[in-house]
């Protein structure tokens, strides 16, 4: 199943940046979650990485690879920042593992992505402007909850998220 949420009907910009997100690995990269990855320019992990590997594999897929540490990444992780902030296309996002962990009011910080994991519950929201991502867990299944990463498509005009479940 594929959920979405549209950016604004403006003009589209003629770059599109395909970004890949994930979080909650726990140490495990699904094949199902590499193959969902694919063609990706960027991907984000949101936390819970689980162990070095799985971003080394990461980095094979794509060109740029950005990870925070979540709160069960132990010491093999102190070198991973526990939030990052970047620029895709003129759009500010921020990753961080758990969105409890927010000091700062996103909009009027002048973000316009808010990426997070940690519950393992997919959703995509828009709140005040600001889109909020959360891909879902891509490592083991918790609960009835689905196995999920997401894809944002980026460009100078519009953001595009989708919520893509793993078939496993």
Same mark, same amino acid.
């Given at each position: 199943m594929k959920?979405?949420s @549209?950016g604004?009907n /403006?003009?589209? %910009?003629?770059h599109?940046?395909?970004? %890949? &997100?994930?979080s909650?690995t726990h140490?495990?990269?699904?094949?199902?979650?590499?193959?969902a990855?694919? *063609?990706?320019?960027?991907?984000?992990?949101? $936390?819970?990485?689980? @162990?070095?590997?799985? =971003?080394?594999?990461?980095? +094979?897929?794509? #060109?740029r690879?950005?990870?925070? +540490? *979540?709160?069960v990444?132990?010491?093999?992780a102190v070198?991973?920042?526990? @939030?990052?902030e970047?620029?895709v296309? *003129?759009? /500010?996002? =921020?990753?961080?593992?758990?969105?409890a962990?927010?000091?700062?009011? #996103?909009?009027? !910080?002048?973000?316009d992505?808010?990426?997070? $994991?940690h519950?393992?519950?997919p959703g995509?929201?828009?709140?005040?402007g &600001?889109?909020?991502?959360?891909?879902g !867990?891509a490592g #083991?299944?918790?609960?009835?909850?689905p196995?999920?990463v997401?894809?944002?498509?980026?460009?100078s005009?519009r953001?595009e998220?989708?919520?893509?479940?793993?078939?496993?």
């Amino acid at each position: 199943m594929k959920r979405s949420s @549209r950016g604004s009907n /403006r003009r589209i %910009g003629r770059h599109v940046v395909h970004v %890949g &997100v994930i979080s909650d690995t726990h140490g495990k990269l699904r094949p199902e979650a590499v193959s969902a990855l694919q *063609g990706c320019a960027l991907i984000l992990h949101a $936390g819970d990485i689980g @162990r070095a590997q799985v =971003l080394e594999d990461l980095r +094979r897929l794509a #060109p740029r690879v950005v990870a925070v +540490r *979540g709160n069960v990444d132990g010491e093999w992780a102190v070198a991973v920042p526990t @939030r990052a902030e970047l620029d895709v296309e *003129g759009h /500010r996002v =921020l990753l961080l593992h758990d969105l409890a962990q927010l000091d700062l009011d #996103p909009c009027a !910080s002048g973000i316009d992505v808010v990426v997070s $994991g940690h519950s393992h519950r997919p959703g995509i929201e828009h709140r005040d402007g &600001v889109l909020y991502l959360n891909p879902g !867990s891509a490592g #083991p299944r918790r609960f009835r909850l689905p196995v999920a990463v997401a894809r944002l498509e980026i460009s100078s005009s519009r953001l595009e998220a989708a919520i893509v479940e793993l078939d496993v």
